[in-house]
């Protein structure tokens, strides 16, 4: 019964606060228009203008406000708003699968072809300020989280990503309930004395108390399961949003993971064996990508998806080398791995999308990370470069011991073999002893298993 939509049409607002120089801002433009694009919207301009915040009632000045209200079909001031009515917030996340085209808020000439429905500020404004800015363009208006958490609920597949998406929306919803009432509570329709507004923050609060306790459990599970691949050997792929951590997945594990061109196409962390197989296995995890101004709540709700990559004894931090803003996407990289306190892991840089940069620019990269990987996870042979790269970090780890398995434990062979590399056996009266290779940590906790009673 779905009927097919047009598309929504959208104009991106950008302030230029005086930190941030051209080209950053441009960038971070760019980008909020591929956030938009992968919501599916088409993007039909720009409009951005110097300030020295992004405070004041509307965000932009009275002149540019009033331009972008011509566009809008608005009528370009905020004015009294006489009729409260449901924020456009809260209808747009509560409603979010059965939406309708929208109706105007103000008068305006919605049979205007091309007039963008969506005003999108490139920025995290307050509910005030997306009210008054929807009062005075008639537009829907949606700020970076919002965009963002969007995405992010249209991409997340499991139980654990939904329900974390979930509590990151209720969070953003809540304050703009509180605020979209105009300060007083609306008593009509309630019972018992009971506001509507109160009604919705008590039943977002129950909410978020219900899914935070269906989130701890499924979170209880992954540590058991985490616990026990505590002393496997692990790299964890991480980086910035499309920087090609999900292609290289597939390359190097051989595994059927999402790679698209949108992003935050991974928003689950997958773990799966790098093939060939080696012995002990090495294990691979793909993770959520970063992004500028990435929403606190977001960061929060994915931390545990995040703090799989902590216990990763090695990081391959993906930077798509292709991007001119890769610097940036370094930089951010790097403080949301210092956020999550992964900067002391040990970690490998590579440079991916090297099949569309030039020699010119490759020469560069290579004088100015010379550590870092140049590769593309499009050509077999960097993928097994990698692979090589990977294995000799772990094997450079691994140090050599010997094992006694006594005839009485036989049933802990399996879990010998997953944990570590056995070179030779032999028999003797206290049982099989294995000389073996793997990480000190999981030599010593297999001699801890073998000698316990
Ligand atoms: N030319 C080229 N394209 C690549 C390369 N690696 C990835 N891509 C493309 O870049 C896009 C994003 O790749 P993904 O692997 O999904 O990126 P990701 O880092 O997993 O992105 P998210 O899951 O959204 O964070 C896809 O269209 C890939 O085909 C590469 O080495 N060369
Ligand atoms: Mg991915």
């Keep these: 019964m779905e009927t097919k939509l047009p598309v929504p049409r959208a104009i991106l607002v950008g302030i230029q606060v005086p930190s941030v120089d051209d080209v950053s801002h441009a960038a971070s433009l760019e980008e909020l228009r591929r956030l ?8 039909i301009g720009t409009i951005s203008q110097k300030r020295a915040g992004i405070g004041g009632e509307t965000v932009l000045g009275k002149g540019r406000l009033q331009e972008l209200a011509a566009i809008t079909g608005g009528r370009g001031f905020v004015g009294s708003m006489a009729v409260a009515r449901k924020s456009k917030a809260r209808e747009h996340f509560e409603d979010a699968d059965e939406r309708k085209p929208d109706a105007p808020q103000i008068e305006t000439d ?27 363009t008639g537009a829907q208006v949606l700020d970076r989280t919002g965009v963002i958490l969007e995405i992010f609920h249209r991409h997340a597949h499991s ?24 300060g007083d509570a609306r008593q ?42 505590r002393d496997q050997l692990r790299v964890a792929l991480v980086g910035y949003t499309n920087a090609g951590k999900s292609s290289l997945m597939r390359a190097l594990t051989g595994s059927e993971v999402l790679v698209e061109d949108k992003l935050f196409a991974t928003l689950d962390t997958t773990v799966r064996a ?27 709700s994915f931390r545990s998806t995040l703090d799989e990559a902590l216990e990763a004894s090695l990081l391959l931090f ?42 010119a620019d490759r020469a560069t990269l290579r004088a100015k990370h010379p550590d870092a990987i140049l590769l593309s996870a499009k050509s077999l042979q960097d993928v097994s470069g990698l692979r090589d790269t990977i294995i000799a970090f772990f094997e450079d780890a691994m140090v050599e011991d010997q094992l006694v398995l006594p005839y009485a434990k036989q049933g802990l062979l399996g879990e010998v073999h997953e944990n570590a590399r056995v070179l030779s056996e032999d028999f003797d009266t206290t049982g099989r002893i294995m000389k073996v290779r793997g990480l000190p940590s999981a030599i010593a906790r297999l001699r801890r298993t073998l000698a316990a009673s």
């Excluded at 969506?118 to 009062?135: C, T, Y």
């Excluded at 090495?282 to 990435?294: A, E, P, R, Y």
């Design 159 to 182: 139980r654990e990503a939904k329900l974390q998406v979930e509590i990151a929306r209720l969070k953003y919803v809540a304050p703009r309930l509180r605020e979209s009432s105009g």
């Design 36 to 43: 938009v694009k992968t919501l599916g919207y088409e993007v």
């Design 318 to 359: 993906v930077v798509d080398a292709s991007d001119p803003t890769y610097e940036s996407q370094l930089e951010v990289s790097r403080s949301v791995l210092r956020e999550i306190g992964a900067e002391v892991v040990p970690s490998r840089l590579l440079f991916n999308k090297i099949d569309r940069v030039s020699e």
């Design 110 to 136: 919605v049979e205007t072809p091309l007039r963008p429905e969506f005003v999108i500020v490139d920025h995290d404004i307050s509910p005030g300020q997306a009210r008054n800015l929807e009062r005075a």
């Design 274 to 300: 790098l093939q060939p197989e080696t012995k002990p296995r090495v294990l691979v995890s793909d993770t959520v990508g970063f992004i500028k101004k990435l929403p606190h709540d977001l960061v929060a």
């Design 188 to 229: 009509q329709g309630a019972g018992a004395g009971e506001s509507d507004l109160e009604l919705d923050r008590r039943k977002i609060r129950d909410r978020l108390a219900e899914l935070k306790e269906q989130l701890e459990e499924i979170q209880r599970g992954n540590e058991q399961r985490r616990y026990a691949r």
